[in-house]
């Protein structure tokens, strides 16, 4: 409180100009602690530590994604069906019998056989870069500019 008479005439024509409720609120108020922040509120049904947020819930993934050195040689033959019906003549990458992958588990794409060039690869951001299968002289600024997709299908 204002106990000085002479502040006192001073602030009390302040207060009424302002309104009780700001004018306390700068006067009269003691030094306070910062209020803690507040907790996200919880959807029903969401378990887990009370700081865990149900967007962050909902993204984490229920299971790990399958390990790829785990699949069977038919699980890799799937996912190079479509690849080798076009590109005939390619020798296995893999020899050993230690490293099953499929074309896509490294290069992308969609291994559907029957499907046309542009629907099986990845396109890039700025096809007029790429016009061939060539990769260009200056590939290196440009996959700079491509998105991690199109530069996994090109240079796994």
């Not at 590109?87 to 029957?114: F, K, Q, R, W, Y």
């Not at 790429?130 to 299908?153: K, M, Q, Y």
């Amino acid at each position: 409180m204002v106990k000085n008479s002479r502040l006192r005439r001073l602030v009390l024509p302040v207060i009424a100009a302002w309104g009780v409720g700001v004018a306390s609120l700068l006067l009269f108020a003691g030094p306070t602690e910062p209020a803690a922040p507040a907790a996200p509120p919880r959807a029903a049904g969401i378990t887990g530590p009370a700081t865990a947020t149900p967007a962050a819930l909902e993204s984490s993934p229920a299971a790990p994604a399958p390990n790829l050195v785990d699949q069977s040689r038919a699980d890799a033959d799937r996912k190079s069906a479509g690849c080798i019906e076009c590109h005939t003549g390619i020798e296995d990458m893999h020899a050993s019998p230690h490293v099953v992958l499929g074309c896509i588990d490294c290069h992308g794409g969609d291994p559907t056989p029957g499907l046309t060039m542009r629907k099986a690869h990845v396109s890039p951001r700025h096809p007029e870069h790429w016009p061939s299968s060539a990769n260009p002289a200056d590939a290196s600024v440009l996959l700079n500019h491509e998105s991690p997709e199109f530069i996994r299908f090109v240079n796994p």
